[in-house]
Each structure stands twice: as C-alpha cells, then as structure tokens.
C-alpha cells in the first residue's frame, strides 16, 4: 500500500508527502484508502512499528486537488503544527489554471480576494453580504501567465476555508479549469488544475522555518506550457514577494 507514497521530506517528527489528485486527504464514509491511511503503512513499515503507526492530520486538500501535504509524526508535532494553522503561521500557496474570461484583471500584480463564504451542502457559496452564518475568505493571487483560453494563476491563501479557492475564482468569474462543481465548462477525469506548490512552517522541535516546494503534475501541461513559464526559481519569487512584506 506504499507504492504510491512519495516523500518530499520526513524525520522524526513530520513527514511531508506529495498528494495526487483522486486520493482522499483522510478516510470517509466511502471506504476507499487514503492518503492518511499510506502514510501510516509507511511508517509501519518503514519503523518496523508494531500495532497501529501514528500520524496526525494536521490540515486537508480536497480529493481532486494535489501537492504538498504534511503530517505530524508525534502528538506533540500534532498540536504544535496545529496551532501554527490556527495563528495562520504557516505559508501556503497554491497554482490554478483557471479558464479565461472577459471580466479577468490585466494587473499582473497580486490582487486581494476578501468574501463571506457559507457552506450549503456539499458546496461553497460566496455571499454579498456577511451574516451570523457566513466566514470570512481572504487569498491574494497573481497572473503568472494568461492567454485567450486559460490563466495561470498563483495563490497565496490566507484563510484555509474549505473549497475557498475553488470557490472564490469560480465567483470573481473564472472557475478553475475541470472544476464542474464550480463552474468549469472542461471536464477532467484526472482532477481539477489547483495544486498546492508551497509550504513554510516552523519546525515543530528545532523551530527553524523550513519550506517545501512540489512541482505541478501533468495535467497542468495539457492547457499550458508551464515546463517554460513556470520554472521552479520564478514561482519562488513572485513567493518571496509576499513573505517578504510579512
């Protein structure tokens, strides 16, 4: 079960893993193995553990989204990592391929997206107004690159809202490319074309930042050619661009 694991950085207290579209973050009522669920067999394995390996959940990716995810080797990981999320402390950016649309900005510079968001059903709607109901959703995004068909589109997202981006974009009036449930006229078997590209945390033992970078899967090839617009250096920039105004 841990053919499909691949490990970006781990040691005794995280383990950060790349998670691909079409896997569940954790195990629901479904009953189909999820990524949780590999990590823990890997850890097993790999520690010769016996009974149950530990690892914490200390934050999500929808099933259709991938990229860098982190889990908590020890309980004490675990709550230190989670309140790290909490104060917003961790750093987390985000790539989305999104289709073109006539009301898309021409600013190249990072654009501010603040709503009221409320979750109705199995989606996330965005409000007009605020209300006893409604969260607030904050993301900053910047047009890498954009054409007459797609956008690419940076994300740094501030608030980690269930469906936000997805959500958000889909709001301001283009929806990410495959994401039906949001308004994509492209359907995508392979996932929706958001990956999670960047991760800052503090360390949860040494308390030194320490940042991991996860390169786009192939799907975001079959709309742009992001091998000659997105070198791993350029992302990183416009990256620094924010963490640097903190």
Known sequence: MTEKLNIIYEDNHIIVVEKQAGILTQGDYSGEISLLDLVKSYIKKQYNKPGEAFAGLVHRLDKSVSGVLVFARTSKAAARLQKEFQRGDIKKFYIAITETRENMPNQRGWI???????????????????????????????????????????????????????????????PIVGDKKYGSTISEKSGICLHAIFLSLLHPTKKER?????????????????????????????????????
């Open 210 to 246: 320490i940042s991991f970078y996860c390169p786009p899967p192939g799907i975001f090839k079959k709309f742009l050619d992001i091998d000659n617009l997105t070198p791993e250096e350029e992302i990183k920039k416009h990256i620094e661009e924010i963490l640097e105004a903190k």
């Open 112 to 174: 501010t997206l603040s709503n009221h968001i409320l979750r109705v059903g199995d989606k996330t709607i965005v409000e007009t107004k605020e209300s006893p109901h409604t969260e607030k959703a904050l993301l900053q995004y910047k047009i890498i690159k954009s054409n007459k068909e797609f956008s690419l589109l940076l994300i740094n997202l501030i608030t980690g809202k269930k469906h936000q981006i997805r959500a958000q974009l889909a709001s301001a009036g283009f």
